[in-house]
């Protein structure tokens, strides 16, 4: 198998058109069909389907695009570090990151990390916890800082920051906006809009502890990608969302130039810790020199 015949499969795979995939890559049609013969016969599996009407992945080449993105990605990945090396850097860091990592964490860890190792090239990636994961699986983040602590043996972690809350989020025109706060138990009587549990499955399921704790059940008849498309829901329909506290606060809701009002949750307090989490079979040394730099959490201390 040949990086080359992974990259022409690749191109096919995502043009589905034998003549457009060619003249992406600068080949003709014959030496395509024929890179994607040798790819089929080292693995011995059909992969592309064809006829005079149509070109389509077999249910093994959809299997194999997958994993065919991946090595091509790591194989790029292995480029970048090479050129930095290459041009006198000692190394490459990606870390993913939140809003509440964005103000407290980043700032004093990312001012240390210039400080003592000038030499690693830093970036920064804003992301929701099950994308910081998803690309920490796929090895296009080095580090996570998300909501909740990983469940399973491929990541190890560290707990950064405690007790971030969940606010409830509502429209101007909804009888909750005036309150300063309401009881978690009160939103048995109210449609509520959620996002996907896997865009970040600690608030989800800290939202539903809450729920159970109160002997009540969400009414959820909505969805919700992220904040701000949660805002504009109930600015418009008398709905109840959630976001952090620091969220609602970086949006400004409650501001003049928000349509949307957070509401203090109550009885309980949903709340959220912040961690830090990388592969337990990371081998960039950056990643350590990172977590060096991180200021231990303050067991004390609510985070915001």
């Known amino acids: 198998m040949e990086l080359r015949h992974l990259v022409s499969f690749l191109a096919l795979a995502e043009e589905l058109h034998f003549g457009r995939a060619a003249q992406r890559l ?18 011995d599996v059909q992969l592309v389907s064809r006829n005079s009407h149509e070109v389509r992945l077999t249910p093994a080449g ?21 050129k930095a090396a290459a041009a006198g850097r000692t190394g490459t860091l990606d870390i993913g990151y939140n809003l509440p990592a964005s103000r407290h964490v980043l700032p004093t ?9 000038p030499d690693i090239t830093v970036s920064l990636w804003e992301k929701r916890t099950g994308p910081q994961l998803a690309a920490l699986r796929e090895g296009t983040l080095d580090i996570a800082l998300i909501y909740g602590q990983p469940t399973t043996s491929e990541f190890r972690y560290r707990r950064l920051l405690r ?10 025109t909804h009888h909750w906006a005036g309150r300063s706060g309401v009881r978690f138990a009160e939103l048995a009587d109210q449609r509520c809009v959620l996002f996907a549990r896997e865009q970040c499955p600690a608030m989800y399921d800290a939202i539903f502890r809450a729920a159970a704790a109160n002997r009540i059940a969400l009414d959820v008849v909505q969805t919700a990608d992220d904040p701000g498309a949660t805002g504009h829901m109930v600015s418009v329909r008398p709905l109840v969302g959630f976001a952090s506290l620091p969220r609602a606060q970086s949006m400004q809701m409650g501001g003049p130039e928000s349509a949307a009002v957070a509401v203090k949750l ?5 709340t959220l810790d912040l961690f830090a989490v990388w592969r337990a079979e990371e081998t960039n040394p950056a990643v350590g020199l990172f977590l060096d730099s991180v200021p231990a959490v303050d067991e004390d201390t609510v985070a915001v």
């Open 26 to 43: 600068h080949l003709t049609q014959p030496s395509l069909s024929a890179q994607l013969q040798k790819l089929e016969r080292s693995l």
């Open 62 to 82: 959809r299997e194999f695009e997958g994993q065919a993105k991946l090595i091509v990605a790591q194989l790029d990945r292995a480029a970048e570090v090479a």
């Open 109 to 117: 860890a990312l001012a240390r990390m210039a400080s003592e190792n």
């Open 163 to 172: 007790r971030i809350p969940l606010v409830a989020v509502v429209g101007r």
């Open 266 to 270: 109550l009885d309980p307090v949903p």
